[in-house]
């Protein structure tokens, strides 16, 4: 269905049309297009940040179809990127049909009506092609963007179709012998993709963004640069003289073969001409440099905590475990460096043709070192210069300054002692923390003794010296006293090992794994991190160390660190021994991994369906979105019913604060109130806990109770496994299987793990209730949350009480939404089982959407009993079938959108026209 997006869309053949994969259309949907399609369409684009009940994806492909724009969808669940595969799939046959029922050949080129905006166009042959990458796919497309291919650059064959991996697009293409290898395929379907469906590390971790960053600028941008310095050059020759035409053209020539810097060679061309034309160069060499944006289409889909995300991506953790591993691989690189040598000297002494041809295949030492001689090294981190600060980047920049590699680590042998020094330090750092309290004094004693005096001047010495928190600047100061190497050299320790690792080639060679290196990349990695962020962006990064969980798979830190305080308490509560000595370079500030997306690409959105207050989210990412706006949701009935439940049926107040969760009439309140809840809704059930440790201890008390027993009378029992993932997604399943099978079904997970984060995947029957026990706050004695809210509240000015409500609120909503697909079809309860849900603080926190409506008396508190009725009589007009005039009320049709346009544009007409009509009387005189 064609959309008309104004009033003066009365034909077909007007340019303000979106074409919709459905006949019919939601209010907010409609409202969603017509909102962000000027913002998008427009030349200089804009950011939007939006919270959307439901569509938001449906919407933005359909849009970024119509207008013919290059499309980056990033979401983190694999579940998610399957689902959006599928809606790609239905919207792409839709606009097919609607453009070969036009009588147009199904190319993808730029629209008439674009407000003289060179579009990237999507594809200029009758091809459409759409990638999904996830994290598996990571290592194809590295090695292909390592290698390269003769035929690459002569040969190009259009790709169509849509592939939910990168092996799957080698399996339907290169079988029919037309490409000359994979490395050539993924290079050219990388180049060619319409719409990309990826994690948001492809977009924000600086080590894998680069892979994507070439393909998509070289399209649009690209050619943008290449019109931009062709009409420079055409400036310059015309205001040379006749006498310098020759040197004109060579200019013209220059400027077309090289790739990496136009800009430099066409402005030294025309210094030796005459100093106007030189000017007029710079001009446009800043003009240019100001149109480096490419116009494809940024989104970030569930963005309600992308200021996490961007934190964790630029800290690092390692472990007295991790530092271990890596030493074990640093024996195994030092084994195989003696071991090539050996094989370098054999060959050289007998000169013997077949070990030469043998061995022929794999990179030598002495190769790697000549290139690193001869080379800048590839950093995988980029960074620019502008007004002479150093500005982290994720992307390349033709004016920046290579710095060759240091002469003390080209060569192997010697990054290998190098790197021996560095994992040897960061042993004495995490030894701190388990010797005695005599020994840790000593020991600090000992390591500020050299030259700084009392470096540890930031040390934190509360809690019996159980962590330490410092400055960058100090840690980074201690390293390099204590281990005599130079910061420099510290700065390319990542960008190194990967060039050797590469060299060893890890992923094809039987002797090595790439796994086995992980903790090796993480030293390197936290290590070149420290040392090119300490001088600009110091404030902006803490170093602590503290006793941790080890486990790698582990969810985020505020959910362990919160276990931490559930293992000092009693009452039942679990105690895990598998704490280790962790070092942790944690970022403060989330922009800037997402400012360089923010600058790079014209139109960036970020939605969700729980991002409330909007006005937060500029503040933490330090943007000024073009537009920020919370849609409504369109009610058919009462299919959303939020409801808080303060006290039990005993009337105590139900709570999970520290002081109350251990208490007995606490933990039966909580239990008969979900006996009672699953009692009377059909179905699934979702129950969330603030934390793991809760959760087992909550299990345990309910099953001495026999609570657990009560429960299985009505619903099958399911719990969210806390490392295994396979085991969590198995456990989905077969929950979604009782619900199917009419038996319902009950599933226990937690407010800030894995199955929070997937969306839409209890909708339905599989999400009947909500129920959140507890406030999802984080805990607030771990020292990463402490330096990120101090953080905030100096530099950002948000209050950190403002924060605390903040976060818990957006995770606690980001629950209930998840259970929510269509207003029509679909109906859910919220429940919020605490008490502070009360404070009006909290409250208003909620999405606008969830408490429209009569929704603002049902949120005030009630006990188990009075809600238990309310719930009862409420899910009787739920499940009624919707009648078919509310059907098209809220779904509208194109005849509908038409008449309601003229509809709005008679009223402005004619309130206008009363404007004019209506003068003021003027007042006369007695």
Same mark, same amino acid.
């Given at each position: 269905?064609r959309?008309?997006?104004? /009033?003066?869309?009365?034909?077909?053949?007007?340019?303000? %049309?979106?074409?919709?994969?459905?006949?019919?259309?939601?209010?907010?949907?409609?409202?969603?297009?017509?909102?962000?399609?000027?913002?998008?369409?427009?030349?200089?684009?804009?950011?939007?940040?939006?919270?959307m009940?439901?569509?938001?994806?449906?919407?933005?492909?359909?849009?970024?179809?119509?207008?013919?724009?290059?499309l980056?969808y990033?979401?983190?669940?694999?579940?998610?990127?399957?689902r959006?595969?599928?809606?790609?799939?239905?919207?792409?046959?839709?606009?097919? !049909?609607?453009?070969?029922?036009d009588?147009?050949?199904?190319?993808?080129?730029?629209?008439?009506?674009?407000?003289?905006?060179?579009?990237?166009a999507?594809?200029?042959?009758?091809t459409?092609?759409?990638?999904?990458?996830?994290?598996?796919?990571q290592?194809?497309?590295?090695? +292909?963007?390592?290698?390269?291919?003769?035929?690459n650059?002569?040969?190009?064959r259009?790709?169509? =179709?849509?592939?939910?991996?990168?092996?799957?697009?080698?399996?339907?293409?290169?079988?029919?012998? @037309?490409?000359?290898?994979?490395?050539h395929?993924?290079?050219?379907?990388?180049e060619?993709?319409?719409?990309?469906?990826?994690?948001y590390?492809?977009l924000?971790?600086?080590?894998?963004?680069?892979?994507?960053?070439?393909?998509?600028?070289? /399209?649009g941008?690209a050619?943008?640069? %290449?019109?931009?310095?062709?009409?420079?050059?055409?400036?310059t020759?015309?205001?040379?003289v006749?006498?310098?035409?020759?040197?004109?053209?060579?200019?013209?020539?220059?400027?077309?073969?090289?790739?990496?810097?136009? @800009?430099?060679? *066409?402005?030294?061309?025309?210094?030796?001409?005459?100093?106007?034309?030189?000017?007029?160069?710079?001009?446009?060499?800043?003009?240019?440099?100001?149109n480096?944006?490419?116009?494809?289409?940024?989104?970030?889909?569930?963005?309600?905590?992308i200021?996490?995300?961007?934190m964790n991506?630029?800290?690092?953790?390692?472990?007295?475990?991790?530092?271990?591993?890596?030493?074990?691989?640093?024996?195994?690189?030092?084994?195989?460096?003696?071991?090539?040598?050996q094989?370098?000297?054999?060959?050289?002494?007998?000169?013997?043709?077949?070990?030469?041809?043998?061995?022929?295949?794999?990179?030598?030492?002495?190769?790697?070192?000549?290139?690193?001689?001869?080379?800048?090294?590839?950093?995988?981190?980029?960074?620019?210069?502008?007004?002479?600060?150093?500005?982290?980047?994720l992307?390349?920049?033709?004016?920046?300054?290579w710095?060759?590699?240091?002469?003390?680590?080209?060569?192997?042998?010697?990054?290998?002692?190098f790197?021996?020094?560095?994992?040897?330090?960061?042993?004495?750092?995490?030894?701190?923390?388990?010797?005695s309290?005599?020994? !840790?004094v000593?020991?600090? @004693?000992?390591?500020?003794?050299?030259?700084? =005096?009392?470096?540890?001047?930031?040390?934190?010495?509360n809690? @019996?010296?159980?962590?330490?928190?410092?400055?960058p600047?100090?840690?980074?100061?201690?390293?390099?006293?204590?281990?005599?190497?130079?910061?420099?050299?510290?700065?390319?320790?990542?960008?190194?090992?990967?060039?050797?690792?590469?060299?060893?080639?890890?992923?094809?060679?039987?002797?090595?794994?790439?796994?086995?290196?992980? +903790?090796l990349?993480?030293?390197?990695?936290?290590?070149?991190?420290?040392?090119?962020?300490?001088?600009?962006?110091?404030?902006?990064?803490?170093?602590?160390?503290?006793?941790?969980?080890?486990?790698?798979s582990?969810?985020?830190?505020?959910?362990?660190?919160?276990?931490?305080?559930?293992n000092n308490?009693?009452?039942?509560?679990?105690?895990r021994?598998?704490?280790?000595?962790?070092l942790?370079?944690v970022?403060?500030?989330?922009?800037?991994?997402?400012? #360089?997306i923010?600058?790079?690409?014209?139109?960036?959105?970020?939605?969700?369906?729980?991002?409330?207050?909007?006005?937060?989210?500029?503040? $933490?990412?330090?943007?000024?979105?073009?537009?920020?706006?919370?849609?409504p949701?369109?009610?058919?009935?009462?299919?959303?019913?939020? *409801?808080?439940?303060?006290?039990?049926?005993?009337q105590?107040a139900?709570?999970?604060? *520290?002081?109350?969760?251990?208490?007995?009439?606490?933990?039966?309140?909580?239990?008969?109130?979900?006996?009672?809840?699953?009692?009377?809704?059909?179905?699934?059930?979702?129950?969330?806990?603030?934390s793991?440790s809760?959760? %087992?201890?909550?299990l345990?008390?309910?099953?001495?109770?026999?609570?657990?027993?009560?429960?299985?009378k009505?619903?099958?029992v399911?719990?969210?496994?806390?490392?295994?993932?396979?085991?969590?997604?198995?456990?989905?399943?077969?929950?979604?299987?009782?619900?199917?099978?009419?038996?319902?079904?009950?599933?226990?997970?937690?407010?800030?793990?894995?199955?929070?984060?997937? +969306?839409?995947?209890?909708d339905?029957?599989?999400?009947?209730?909500?129920?959140?026990?507890?406030? #999802?706050?984080l805990? +607030?004695?771990?020292?990463?949350?402490?330096?990120?809210?101090?953080?905030?509240?100096?530099?950002?000015?948000?209050?950190?009480?403002?924060?605390?409500?903040?976060?818990?609120?957006?995770q606690?909503s980001?629950?209930?939404?998840?259970?929510l697909r269509?207003?029509?079809?679909?109906?859910?309860?919220f429940?919020?089982?605490?008490?502070?849900?009360?404070?009006?603080?909290?409250?208003? !926190?909620?999405?606008?959407?969830?408490?429209?409506?009569?929704?603002?008396?049902? $949120?005030?508190?009630?006990s188990?009993?009075?809600?238990?009725q309310?719930?009862?009589?409420?899910?009787?007009?739920?499940?009624?079938?919707i009648?078919?005039?509310?059907?098209?009320?809220?779904?509208?049709t194109?005849?509908?959108?038409?008449?309601?346009?003229?509809k709005?544009?008679?009223?402005?007409?004619?309130?206008s026209?009363?404007?004019?009509v209506?003068?003021p009387?003027?007042?006369?005189?007695p």
């Open positions: 269905m959309i008309p997006l104004d /009033s003066s869309s009365s034909s077909s053949t007007t340019t303000k %049309e979106v074409i919709f994969p459905f006949d019919r259309i939601y209010a907010e949907q409609y409202d969603f297009l017509k909102r962000t399609y000027p913002v998008i369409n427009s030349k200089d684009g804009g950011h939007c940040l939006l919270e009940p439901n569509g938001a994806s449906v919407c933005m492909i359909s849009l970024c179809l119509s207008l013919e724009r290059k980056v990033a979401m983190n669940p694999l579940p998610q990127m399957k959006l595969k599928e809606e790609v799939e239905l919207c792409y046959q839709v606009y097919r !049909k609607e453009k070969e029922a009588g147009d050949d199904v190319k993808m080129e730029d629209a008439a009506n674009h407000d003289d905006t060179n579009h990237t999507t594809a200029n042959n009758e459409f092609l759409t990638l999904c990458l996830s994290s598996h796919d290592d194809l497309l590295h090695e +292909s963007h390592r290698s390269c291919c003769s035929s650059t002569t040969t190009k259009n790709i169509s =179709g849509i592939y939910e991996n990168l092996q799957h697009l080698i399996d339907a293409n290169h079988q029919n012998n @037309n490409w000359c290898c994979k490395h395929l993924i290079q050219s379907a990388m060619q993709a319409n719409i990309f469906i990826v994690q590390t492809y924000l971790d600086p080590k894998v963004s680069k892979m994507m960053s070439a393909n998509l600028f070289s /399209s941008a050619k943008e640069e %290449e019109d931009v310095n062709m009409d420079t050059t055409d400036a020759a015309a205001a040379v006749s006498s310098n035409t020759a040197a004109a053209s060579t200019t013209t020539t220059t400027t077309t073969t090289t790739t990496g810097n136009n @800009n430099e060679t *066409t402005t030294t061309t025309t210094t030796t001409t005459t100093t106007t034309t030189t000017t007029t160069t710079e001009d446009a060499a800043v003009s240019t440099n100001n480096k944006q490419s116009d494809a289409v940024v989104v970030f889909d569930q963005a309600h905590n200021d996490s995300i961007c991506i630029l800290s690092v953790t390692i472990h007295s475990t991790c530092l271990d591993q890596a030493t074990r691989s640093l024996g195994r690189l030092s084994s195989e460096i003696s071991r090539r040598k094989m370098t000297n054999n060959t050289n002494g007998n000169n013997n043709n077949g070990s030469s041809s043998s061995s022929s295949s794999i990179p030598s030492l002495q190769d790697e070192y000549e290139s690193l001689v001869d080379t800048p090294i590839d950093h995988g981190v980029f960074f620019r210069k502008e007004n002479n600060k150093k500005e982290f980047s992307y390349t920049n033709q004016s920046e300054d710095e060759p590699v240091p002469g003390n680590i080209r060569r192997a042998e010697h990054f290998i002692g790197l021996r020094k560095i994992i040897e330090y960061y042993k004495v750092q995490l030894r701190w923390l388990t010797t309290p005599n020994a !840790k000593n020991n600090k @004693n000992m390591i500020g003794s050299k030259k700084n =005096g009392n470096t540890n001047a930031n040390t934190n010495e809690s @019996n010296e159980t962590h330490r928190k410092e400055s600047l100090s840690f980074l100061h201690r390293l390099t006293n204590s281990t005599g190497l130079e910061a420099k050299a510290l700065r390319f320790t990542y960008a190194r090992l990967l060039s050797l690792l590469r060299t060893f080639q890890i992923t094809s060679y039987p002797l090595l794994d790439s796994k086995s290196f992980a +903790s990349l993480a030293v390197a990695d936290l290590t070149s991190l420290l040392a090119n962020h300490v001088t600009d962006h110091n404030s902006k990064f803490t170093i602590v160390t503290e006793l941790s969980h080890m486990d790698s582990s969810p985020s830190y505020h959910d362990e660190q919160e276990n931490a305080d559930m308490q009693k009452g039942g509560m679990l105690v021994k598998d704490k280790v000595p962790t942790q370079f970022c403060l500030d989330a922009s800037l991994a997402l400012s #360089p923010l600058e790079r690409f014209r139109t960036v959105v970020l939605t969700s369906t729980a991002m409330s207050p909007l006005e937060f989210y500029p503040k $933490l990412l330090q943007f000024t979105p073009t537009l920020m706006h919370a849609f949701l369109s009610f058919s009935q009462n299919c959303v019913y939020p *409801t808080i439940i303060a006290r039990g049926s005993d105590i139900m709570s999970t604060k *520290t002081s109350d969760r251990t208490s007995l009439s606490v933990v039966r309140n909580y239990g008969s109130l979900l006996v009672e809840l699953c009692s009377i809704i059909p179905d699934g059930v979702v129950v969330y806990f603030p793991y809760y959760m %087992e201890s909550l345990q008390e309910w099953d001495a109770m026999g609570i657990l027993r009560q429960l299985t009505y619903k099958l399911f719990l969210e496994e806390v490392y295994d993932l396979n085991q969590t997604t198995l456990t989905l399943d077969n929950y979604r299987l009782a619900c199917d099978t009419g038996r319902g079904g009950i599933f226990f997970a937690v407010a800030r793990g894995r199955v929070s984060e997937c +969306s839409q995947m209890l339905y029957h599989y999400g009947r209730a909500t129920i959140v026990f507890g406030l #999802p706050i805990y +607030s004695q771990s020292q990463i949350v402490q330096a990120r809210v101090d953080y905030c509240q100096t530099y950002l000015e948000i209050p950190s009480a403002e924060y605390w409500n903040f976060d818990a609120m957006r606690a980001k629950c209930l939404a998840n259970t269509s207003p029509l079809t679909d109906y859910s309860i429940v919020l089982a605490d008490i502070r849900y009360n404070h009006k603080e909290k409250r208003s !926190k909620l999405p606008g959407w969830m408490v429209a409506g009569d929704s603002q008396q049902q $949120l005030e508190p009630m188990t009993d009075h809600a238990v309310q719930i009862r009589s409420v899910l009787r007009h739920m499940g009624q079938p009648l078919q005039p509310v059907v098209r009320s809220l779904l509208w194109r005849e509908d959108i038409l008449l309601r346009n003229r709005t544009t008679t009223d402005t007409t004619m309130s026209a009363a404007v004019v209506a003068e009387v003027k007042s006369e005189g």
